[in-house]
């Protein structure tokens, strides 16, 4: 199947809807394209590939981090969320990317990353020099450690690399004090969703792109910021995320929605409006279509089907069930094919396994820690 040629590829993005219909073509920016020689890509690699990317007959294309990032995560640990990373350009450069993006008829989408930012961040500076109960460590999870000393994590949490999802803050001194939770690498602590300031902070974010013509936001772990207050004992059956019964402790509990409720009121209220797409690891069909009702996000990565063997029968059985589900809601399902943390498609499913006879399932690969559990954590300065 080839797309439309350069001749026949309309010189601006589509009408509203566009989302619907789309191509979307992710770029992980440090390995896409060096235009300096360096060895890393930067943006103005993408744009000497803008009229490539035309070519293909893509309709948008997906962005991952691109901000000033100690890079623990591949830059899913965000230093500064207004700024890009000086190795990979500058504002003006992504100013230029999109007008030269918009031309070539390519919308652009940009990574925003909520959960959690960089352990470097100065909101983390401020929280960890500031103390215990301060209004600076509001905006983070800490919490005192159990156990006569608090020298036991707060609760039996894991994060999704493995080890406690819970590091401790040492003193200059020596003498370790709270903890706080980070569900992924040390390096990224979790934001408290339940505090105003964060909020009002990340809808300051999104207009800040907005403002500029971005065409929308690839929200990670979309469903993943909001926790329960109580912070209780992860129960053995709720130990992965993605299938579970009833509500978890953190993953897809129901206060999320509403945040992405008045993002997609502040989304709706640009012309044309912006556009909202989630990574949302849930397995059930139904449970992440209510991400996709009408006030919500307008897509949402379909990781069931990404993760399907190349075979006829299961990929009937996962397009039978997301049809059904999304179409209770008025949603546009999305065909996922790969991204940065799933084996290439080429590979995943041209690979024989023993067990099916077929092609092979999806295979993760988790970020590597800089260091293993018990390894060095943040000090108060």
């Not at 300096?36 to 990317?53: E, K, M, T, V």
């Not at 370790?176 to 934001?191: G, K, S, T, V």
């Not at 006829?312 to 065909?335: F, K, N, Q, Y």
Request: charged letters at 20%.
């Amino acid at each position: 199947m080839t797309g439309p040629t350069s001749a026949s590829r309309p010189a601006a993005p589509s009408a509203a809807g566009w989302w619907r219909r789309a191509v979307v073509y992710q770029v992980y920016i440090r390995s896409f394209a060096d235009a300096n020689g360096d060895g890393i890509g930067d943006i103005a690699g993408i744009r000497s590939r803008l009229p490539y990317l035309h070519d293909l007959g893509i309709d948008a294309l997906w962005i991952t981090p691109w901000y000033p990032s100690p890079m623990a995560d591949g830059g899913y640990d965000v230093a500064d969320y207004r700024g890009i990373d000086p190795r990979l350009g500058s504002l003006a450069d992504a100013d230029q990317l999109l007008r030269e993006a918009h031309e070539n008829g390519i919308r652009v989408l940009i990574d925003l990353v909520p959960n959690h930012t960089s352990w470097s961040h100065p909101w983390f500076h401020d929280a960890v020099a500031a103390g215990p109960w301060s209004p600076a460590r509001a905006r983070y999870i800490f919490r005192d450690g159990r156990g006569p000393d608090g020298d036991e994590p707060p609760n039996n949490w894991q994060s999704a690399f493995g080890s406690s999802a819970w590091t401790r803050v040492v003193e200059p001194n020596g003498r370790p004090e709270q903890w706080y939770l980070h569900l992924f690498a040390p390096e990224q602590p979790d934001l408290d969703w339940e505090n105003p300031e964060v909020r009002a902070e990340f809808e300051s974010i999104l207009r800040f792109w907005f403002d500029r013509g971005f065409d929308g936001v690839r929200i990670d772990v979309a469903d993943a910021f909001v926790k329960d207050p109580a912070l209780p004992d992860m129960p053995p059956e709720l130990s992965g995320a993605g299938s579970f019964p009833g509500e978890h402790p953190h993953w897809d509990r129901p206060g999320v929605h509403e945040i992405h409720r008045s993002w997609r009121r502040l989304a709706d209220g640009y012309e044309p409006p912006r556009v909202l797409m989630g990574e949302i690891g849930v397995e059930d069909p139904e449970r992440l279509s209510r991400y996709l009702r009408p006030t919500q996000l307008h897509a949402a990565f379909n990781f069931p089907y990404m993760a399907t063997p190349w075979v006829a029968s299961a990929l009937r059985t996962v397009i039978d069930a997301t049809l059904e589900a999304h179409g209770r809601v008025g949603a546009t399902p999305t065909w996922v094919l790969s991204n940065h943390d799933a084996t290439r498609h080429v590979t995943r499913l041209g690979r024989p396994t023993r067990a099916s006879g077929g092609a092979s399932s999806t295979t993760l690969c988790p970020s590597t820690l800089p260091w293993g559990p018990g390894g060095p954590g943040p000090r108060r300065s």
